[in-house]
């Protein structure tokens, strides 16, 4: 196939990118993308598109996530995680009543103001270098959505929580924002990354990974389907969606479908206004 997805563990102390060394390595000469950055200490899943599938990374991209965390009130960092200078101690330490109190009061859409180190761009320069550089940075808020929140353990100072956001949501400003809303201080210890959308442990793959892995991993970020029939796939190859080539469609709106033609995965398209838009075929097949 001239596309992969890969999903795959990130391991603590390893960059985003120095993670997909495994991947880079299996798909030579291939373009390989991630579809959302994970911290150096944090672990978990990582969604990798190899070849024409990076040209689906917002397909993937913008899938809400589930993280477990670990927070220790009574310090923090400049980073606001466990890889940062420490900025602040003797903050005090919340009791479990206290606790389970605030964290219901953000869920919800709210702003947040991303950590000063990130990768977000101000005024067209990254953030963090202007942060290691000493200058000062003010971070634009961002609106947020969190979906669910809840305590797994309590053992002061280390609070361990789960939290389901959307994309977008820096879970070092939350734990920032839940040790404030509680009068004290507190910085990420551990962060990892169970669930992007519909991917889990469960949907991990073999790298590279196999065609049915790549089938199965597309048809879980893309549910519609569209069976067409042959005579016309030469057609598609040029960018013509042709609406009498449509044997079967389990959707009639515009958005991304699996594309199928006698039994047999081609790719996605992404329909537009009644418009073919190339996003993602087997070309050499069509």
Do not use: W
């Amino acid at each position: 196939m001239s596309f992969s997805v890969v999903v795959m563990k990130k391991e603590r102390d390893r960059t985003s990118f120095e993670s997909l060394y495994p991947v880079k390595k299996a798909y030579r000469n291939t373009k390989v993308g991630h579809t959302g950055t994970l911290d150096r200490f944090a672990t978990g899943l990582m969604i990798v598109l190899t070849g024409e599938a990076t040209r689906l990374n917002p397909l993937f991209s913008g899938y809400g996530k589930s993280y477990r965390a670990c927070l220790e009130f009574g310090r923090t960092t400049d980073t606001l995680d466990s890889e940062g200078q420490v900025t602040l101690t003797g903050g005090r330490i919340p009791s479990l009543e206290e606790i389970r109190a605030v964290l219901p009061t953000f869920l919800g859409t709210q702003l947040q103001q991303p950590p000063v180190y990130s990768a977000i761009h101000v005024n067209g320069k990254r953030a963090y270098k202007e942060a290691r550089k000493g200058n000062e940075v003010e971070m634009p808020l961002r609106q947020i959505e969190i979906t669910d929140i809840s305590i797994i353990s309590y053992e002061a100072p280390f609070l361990v929580f789960d939290v389901s956001v959307s994309k977008g949501t820096y879970i070092r400003a939350l734990a920032r924002d839940i040790a404030s809303r509680l009068d004290t201080v507190g910085h990420l210890r551990e962060l990892e990354r169970y669930r992007v959308g519909p991917f889990t442990y469960s949907s991990l793959t073999h790298i590279p990974s196999t065609e049915a892995e790549t089938e199965a991993a597309v048809s879980l970020a893309c549910r519609e389907r569209i069976d067409y029939d042959p005579a016309f796939l030469g057609r598609v190859k040029n960018g013509c969606f042709l609406p009498e080539g449509i044997i079967s469609a389990t959707g009639s709106g515009d958005g991304y479908y699996r594309l199928y033609s006698e039994g047999r995965f081609i790719g996605i398209i992404e329909k537009r206004g009644g418009c073919r838009v190339a996003a993602l075929t087997e070309r050499e097949n069509l």
